[in-house]
């Protein structure tokens, strides 16, 4: 891109500064008038220039105008549409998930979810329906059970599933992804045994005698991957699209995938070949396929359709879960004296591919949940610092949920991004202290604590784990309740985000972490026009409200996305109108 004249910065700058204080730069010709007018509500830019607007104003799908309705006539004509709002609607930038599985996502809206099931019975239940419909042997397939949900917190077991599917392989998938559960038939035609040895970084769970229960953890479920019947790719192509239009709805306008294979980033860029892709991705590289991870490093990050896919950073992964205790401590769990976790890929292993990573310009995240893989992941990152600008590569710890106190100032030292999901907090906080302890839970869900030191969070959802919608994620940031309203004074609540953090994580600062915030983020002049529309102020309303809330437009690029029913879509109004 050519470098602009010194002069022709500053005049850009002036340009800026004038358009947000109600002015615009006059129009020359019809070229220049305005494509969409955003008017009626209150708008938030998060642009320090001008923080508040009354009308957003894009032209060629970016932000060209973002203030008061002064001297709008000077920027539009005959052909632009008009978007006109109550006035207690709110406009504030595109929300983006910071972490979250679109594939994932489109699989729980394509199978048994088992999300907020309160009890094995029902579970059961749940399967038995499922099995009706389908032939003897094929695999019935479940996602998001919990047992810190049930009466009865303790893993299930074969015995729990057999009788009632004697001639199904079963494959139920833990709400965290880091555990599975399965019957007889499954482990028979997998091949497990009591003879199978745990892979490094997974854990076969045994009876007294050495037998399989039925759960394998971590990357034990990797044993059963060769017999699993897969989806098509026309198939993942159905689940995108599905977690797309979910996403539209919550007011997404971008997702950073954590986790990517390549038939998925094969499926997205068909997608985007046939405009079906209404939100920004921004991929990260699973290593499912280390040959196709190491060609697609060496071929450097890339941009592609029009800006709605971003190839661009790795996915590396330090420990588990802490809900199936696979989060790797530093010291035993509180309530399992004998286990400390798991590191799913080696010290060295974190450091090799991170060094590949960086040296060709990828952008490195660590999936770290525990005390100890968060600290395995900055030692690494600390040492890779010696020969890389971390901070130009925005590299980041994925869940940060257990920190150190030692830690915690280091991610700002080494220019860290805390990539964190609040729902975490307000499903964990039933049980997280029998976890960790009175003493090691003061360093989890740490988010004013790490902003106090220096350090940057983005926020996200981990969907499917949790609900891909943002404002349940700012409602958890701000009050740390669970949607019932407890504790009544938030748990930990001096932990919690101010509703600016919380809104700047799932906007600016989530751009910031895909590194994008050049493009989207803000409503600023010359970004892409991604907006998300309330239906009320979430500043102003009370923060228990803010799960009813209502998205009333989301828009990508200028382009509506989603409109609630109810809503006009963009329509070109006479000038006596105007």
């Known amino acids: 891109m050519k470098r602009l004249p010194r002069i022709h910065t500053t005049l850009i700058c002036l340009l800026i500064f004038v358009t947000s204080a109600s002015s615009a730069p006059p129009r020359s010709s019809s070229r220049a008038a305005l494509d969409l007018v955003i008017t009626g509500g209150r708008v938030y830019t998060l642009d320090p220039r001008s923080p508040l607007a009354s009308v957003i104003g894009v032209r060629d799908r970016k932000i060209h105008f973002a203030g008061l309705p002064d001297f709008l006539s000077q920027l539009t004509d005959r052909e632009t549409q008009y978007i006109r709002l109550e006035n207690t609607a709110v406009c504030v930038p595109g929300l983006i998930d910071a972490h979250g599985h679109l594939l994932g996502l489109g699989e729980q809206l394509s199978t048994l979810d088992f999300t907020g099931v309160a009890s094995l019975a029902h579970i059961r239940e749940r399967v038995i329906q499922r099995i009706a419909t389908q032939p003897a042997g094929e695999w019935i397939r479940g996602v998001n059970w919990d047992q810190n949900d049930w009466e009865d917190k303790r893993f299930p077991t074969i015995a729990d599933i057999d009788d009632i599917s004697p001639n199904h392989p079963t494959y139920l998938e833990r709400i965290d992804g880091h555990a599975v559960w399965v019957n ?120 592609e359709a029009d800006d709605h896919l971003f190839f661009g950073a790795l996915k590396l992964y330090a420990d588990g879960a802490l809900g199936s205790r696979g989060a790797a401590l530093l010291a035993p769990y509180s309530d399992d004296s004998t286990n400390l976790g798991l590191e799913i890929q080696s010290r060295e292993q974190l450091k090799y591919w991170a060094d590949l990573a960086l040296r060709n310009g990828f952008q490195v995240a660590v999936h770290a949940i525990g005390d100890r893989g968060v600290r395995n992941a900055l030692n690494m990152f600390s040492e890779l610092s010696q020969k890389y600008d971390l901070q130009e590569l925005r590299s980041r710890v994925e869940h940060a949920q257990v920190i150190a106190s030692e830690d915690i100032p280091r991610f700002a030292t080494l220019n860290v991004i805390a990539s964190v999901q609040p ?26 604590s790490l902003r106090s030191a220096g350090a940057r969070l983005a926020c996200g959802s981990d969907f499917p784990v949790e609900s891909a919608n943002p404002l349940l994620g700012m409602y958890a940031a701000v009050t740390r309740k669970d949607l019932k309203g407890w504790p009544d004074s938030g748990w930990r609540a001096s932990e919690s985000m101010s509703s600016e953090e919380a809104l700047r994580g799932y906007t600016l600062d989530a751009a910031y972490a895909a590194r994008v915030d050049s493009l989207t983020g803000s409503i600023a002049y010359g970004k892409f026009a991604d907006v998300t529309i309330f239906d009320r102020d979430i500043f102003t309303c009370p923060p228990d409200e803010l799960p009813s809330v209502k998205v009333l437009y989301t828009i990508v690029a200028g382009k509506v996305v989603y409109a609630a029913s109810g809503q006009s879509l963009p329509s070109i109004e006479s000038q006596k109108e105007k």
């Open 184 to 303: 007889s038939v499954a482990l028979r035609r997998c091949g497990i045994t009591h003879e199978t040895p745990d892979p490094p970084g997974g854990r076969v769970l045994r009876d007294s005698v050495g037998a399989p229960t039925g759960v394998l953890i971590d990357n034990a479920v990797d044993l059963l991957t060769p017999c699993l019947t897969q989806p098509s790719l026309a198939e993942k192509k159905e689940r995108l699209r599905r977690a797309f239009a979910l996403c539209n709805r919550f007011g997404l306008v971008g997702v950073t995938d954590a986790g990517l294979d390549s038939e998925a980033i094969v499926g997205l860029r068909e997608l985007a070949s046939e405009g079906e892709l209404s939100l920004r991705v921004y991929g990260m590289l699973g290593l499912s396929d280390t040959q196709y991870v190491r060609n697609t490093l060496r071929n450097g990050p890339t941009r």
């Open 423 to 448: 729902t975490h907090c307000t499903s964990d906080m039933y049980w997280a202290e029998e976890r960790l302890g009175p003493e090691r839970i003061k360093g989890a869900y740490a988010w004013r």
